[in-house]
């Protein structure tokens, strides 16, 4: 196959969907390619990682007709419902992961699914919206020539990495909570109240993904591919560890929250009576 030798990113989708492809190098780069490249990709090039716009059509013609991905498994990838989960097709293996929205102006709450297969020789991605793991990945490939080396550890560091972006909207909520509790003031107890009541609902919200997201991974390591090697084993069980702590961590947030609002009501009650005792 006649290689693109392209070391650059593709930054922007273009009409026909390829948001960037790439073969691996084994050494931690990669060359960047284009559709013809993509087409043409047999297992000698390398590992392949194409990452496309799932509402495109020539994306969505490729996975039908080239592809090589079962009909189950394309409809599974292109469908509506993100709900977290991992499942094995006949020819590879899929997860539908979701990840906060770390774009300029949106709220972090906002969670934006990946979807993803791999048959160990071939990474497959898929996003609606705009995700910033991928660019990552694809930053340490291009750039930093640290990147994975095979399919197996692009799949791994892919998920790991969409986890460890979760770690600094959890702390936020954190450091929220510590910024509430220092300013409280009964005079502007109907503000904080409004802003306990969004942060909680945001805190409720991050949660009920990371669950059944945690829930996925486990699922994965119980009969993992024979090309999932060890190492990748070990991290993708790290990073089922590390989502833990954050579900954790959510539940802490949330419980603080709720004996904040309770010193909230209590200081109005307090206030209240002290009114009613001197006008008595």
Known sequence: MDQVDRTQPIDMPDDDGLLFGCILDGQGGASVIGWTEVEAWTDDDGPLWVHLEQ???????????????????????????????????????????????????????????????SDGKRVI?????????????????????SGPATAAQLYERLIGRLIDRMAGTVAAYDETLDEIEAELDIARAADTRRRLSDLRQSIVLLRRY????????????????????????????????????????????????????????NQLAESTNKTLYVLA
């Open 210 to 265: 990371m669950s059944p997201q945690r829930e996925a991974l486990n699922s994965l390591m119980v009969e993992p591919p024979i090309w999932l090697d060890e190492q990748c084993r070990i991290g993708l069980r790290e990073t089922a560890d590390k989502l833990l702590r954050y579900v954790e961590e959510l539940d802490t947030a949330r419980e603080r929250s709720m004996v904040i609002k309770d010193d909230i009501a």
């Open 125 to 145: 991605t898929l996003r609606h919206e705009r995700l910033m793991t991928p660019r990552d990945i694809q930053a340490q490939l291009l750039e930093q020539e």
């Open 55 to 117: 509402d495109s059509d020539r994306v969505q013609e490729w996975l039908r007709r080239k592809s090589g991905l079962t009909p189950t498994t394309v409809d599974a990838l292109l469908a509506d419902e993100t709900r977290p989960r991992v499942f094995r097709g006949k020819r590879g293996l899929a997860a539908i992961l979701r990840g906060v929205n770390t774009n300029p102006g949106s709220e972090p709450d906002d969670l934006v699914a990946i979807r993803m297969w």
